[in-house]
């Protein structure tokens, strides 16, 4: 709304400056023909007012404008009005700048061109001078133009600066969003595995408090170390907020270790050389296996879950194989979808399935993700 309120007080303003230039030139017109008649009688003041006053009219309605002005050239005269060829030059810069299509504006040329000729024949000039009429019509239209079309460039550079600021900013957005949700993802697997560790753990605690008070010291004490890493690991996750930030990678046999020491049965099988390097891979590979001791201990509680990492020169599969029911994550989007979603943005592939009575996770990260 207010690019259109724009544009309409510009054209108010355009229009009363054309208006006022037209007021200008035909009284100086008029004052010349008081003074130094140009034609017999009121042909000079037919002459002035029919040739100067569309000049009001120049970029609102070139065409019409510049058609009505150039007819009266056809009036014979004796001289010309003195500022004559400021209005022709006016007149048809106005039209070949504004005037569309560009069939209306050659035609309109034409005829001015023709008029022209005609009114220096009739007139006193020598014929030549007919040259230059023609020329003060056609060369204001071809610079109007060339300005016309550098006016439309900068127009669709402008939409096009426009367009690219906004694509900009949608590519910010979803670069914030997708930051987001790595975020939420990283957050996810460090605490959902570890808050699960401290729930095993508090279980055992609760059961030996009611047996045996002096063997809930253990279980209390994994809880209280298990808290210290867990805090520790949300300030890695969220050191990546920081320009050089990384949360860093856990090996899985350290992962493996401590899920079996906080209750999580299972087994854990790496066939091949890992690559020893901290690629997204190896940091999906990471999640993965933590995600799924997560799952083994927080929906197959009592059952050995097996899990088997097989790193070749091409590619590196997780597998994870247990007897429970298929997981239902109580953090929405979070667990198996996190997983399929590290897996497909590295190019590989994810499979979650019951299969002969066990839930089964298959994960492969192709080596190109390297």
């Not at 127009?155 to 997708?178: F, N, Q, W, Y």
């Amino acid at each position: 709304m207010d690019s259109a309120l724009d544009r309409t007080l510009t054209r108010a303003g355009t229009n009363r400056l054309d208006a006022a230039l037209a007021v200008v030139l035909v009284l100086a017109g008029l004052a010349q023909t008081l003074v130094s008649p140009i034609t017999d009688g009121a042909l000079g003041i037919v002459y002035v007012l029919g040739s100067l006053l569309p000049l009001a009219w120049r970029r609102t309605r070139p065409v019409e404008s510049a058609l009505a002005s150039s007819a009266f050239w056809l009036i014979p005269l004796d001289g010309y009005p003195l500022f004559g060829f400021v209005a022709v030059i006016l007149q048809f810069y106005a039209l070949g700048c504004y005037a569309s299509p560009r069939w209306a504006v050659v035609l309109t040329a034409a005829w001015a061109s023709a008029a022209s000729v005609v009114g220096t024949l009739l007139g006193p000039e020598p014929p030549v001078s007919s040259v230059g009429g023609v020329l003060a019509v056609v060369a204001p239209v071809l610079v109007g133009q060339v300005v016309a079309r550098l006016r439309d460039q900068n127009a669709r550079l402008a939409r096009l600066t426009d367009e690219l600021r906004d694509e900009r900013r949608r590519a910010e957005e979803s670069a914030v969003g997708a930051e987001r949700a790595r975020i939420a993802q990283e957050l996810h697997d460090v605490v959902g595995h570890e808050v699960t560790l401290i729930a095993i753990q508090a279980e055992a605690a609760q059961a030996a408090l009611r047996l045996d008070p002096s063997r809930a010291a253990a279980p209390v004490e994994t809880i209280r170390q298990t808290a210290h890493r867990t805090l520790t690991e949300i300030r890695g996750v969220l050191g990546v907020l920081s320009p050089d930030g990384d949360a860093g990678h856990e090996d899985i046999r350290e992962l493996s270790r401590r899920a079996a020491a906080a209750g999580i049965a299972h087994t854990l099988t790496v066939v091949g050389e890992p690559w020893n390097d901290q690629s997204p891979a190896t940091a999906a590979v990471e999640r993965v296996v933590r995600e799924c001791l997560t799952n083994a201990g927080r929906h197959a509680a009592g059952n050995e879950a097996a899990l088997t990492v097989t790193w070749t020169g091409d590619e590196v599969t997780v597998e994870s194989a247990n007897a429970a029911a298929a997981p239902t994550d109580p953090l929405p989007g979070r667990g198996l979808t996190g997983m399929r979603h590290r897996a497909e943005l590295l190019g590989g592939s994810f499979e979650a399935r019951v299969r002969d009575g066990r839930f089964v996770v298959r994960v492969v990260v192709p080596d190109g993700a390297r």
